[in-house]
């Protein structure tokens, strides 16, 4: 099994719908992360969750909601899907001893 | 706060030829400096990371890069390009000092090989 599993992989959803992208990990990793990539604008920070009881704002947090519910599961919801969060999502755990992330294979969203 | 360039979009190498990606940083004091690779339809994989000591780092799959402090740079080399290693290359810095809590990626280089 991965480390970092991400459901789903591919979700079509339309405009206004809400949507929750669920993550969970086996690392035992306390660090959580939520980053969107779009062509040409690489990665981009939207949540992140040192343990349960801390949740962050990235740099791209409006009109995205997320829910730390226990070590191993991150979700990140859009409350009101719109066609510009049209993009490929990830999610991410670290271990602040070795520094670099363990990345989900991603979840592509489309909304129509 | 922290930022990474990566000046090349695409790059097309030759198929045993040399690579070099490159990725200049800026930030004020000693950063984490990471490459991930993603291939078509999977998530990020590290190639290598550097945090201090030896300026020359050995990764996977063949790759090494190089930290110039005095260039604010962190390139990544391949001496002989394979097939497989088409993909996309992100670099990416972390603050030591907040013990990288959140890594700041570059856009990203599109590698392809030709034949």
């Known amino acids: 099994d991965a480390d970092v599993t991400q459901t789903p992989r591919n979700r079509i959803t339309k405009t206004g719908k809400r949507i929750m992208l669920e993550c969970s990990q086996t690392k035992g990793h306390d660090r959580m992360y939520w980053y969107r990539q779009d062509p040409g604008l690489g990665l981009r920070l939207i949540y992140y969750?040192?343990?349960?009881?801390?949740?962050n704002k990235g740099e791209i947090s409006d009109g995205y909601s997320v829910s730390r519910q226990a070590q191993a599961k991150f979700s990140l919801s859009l409350e009101s899907a719109i066609p510009n969060q049209t993009a490929l999502y990830f999610c991410?755990?670290?271990?602040?001893?070795?520094?670099?992330?363990?990345f989900g294979s991603g979840t592509r969203l489309t909304v129509v | 706060a922290q930022s990474v360039t990566q000046p090349d979009i695409h790059i097309t190498v030759s198929e045993g030829a040399s690579l070099e990606l490159r990725c200049n940083y800026s930030y004020g004091a000693t950063p984490y400096l990471f490459w991930y690779v993603q291939s078509p339809g999977q998530g990020l994989q590290l190639l290598l990371k550097y945090f201090s000591g030896d300026t020359l780092v050995q990764g996977i799959k063949g790759f090494e890069a190089e930290f110039k402090r005095s260039q604010s740079s962190f390139n990544l080399r391949k001496p002989s390009v394979h097939w497989s290693d088409a993909a996309e290359y992100f670099c990416?810095?972390?603050?030591?000092?907040?013990?990288?809590?959140?890594?700041?990626f570059g856009t990203g280089t599109r590698l392809l090989v030709s034949p």
């Open positions: 991410a755990t670290s271990d602040p001893g070795q520094g670099g992330y363990t």
């Open positions: 969750s040192f343990d349960v009881k801390d949740i």
């Open positions: 990416a810095v972390g603050a030591v000092n907040t013990g990288f809590q959140k890594l700041v």
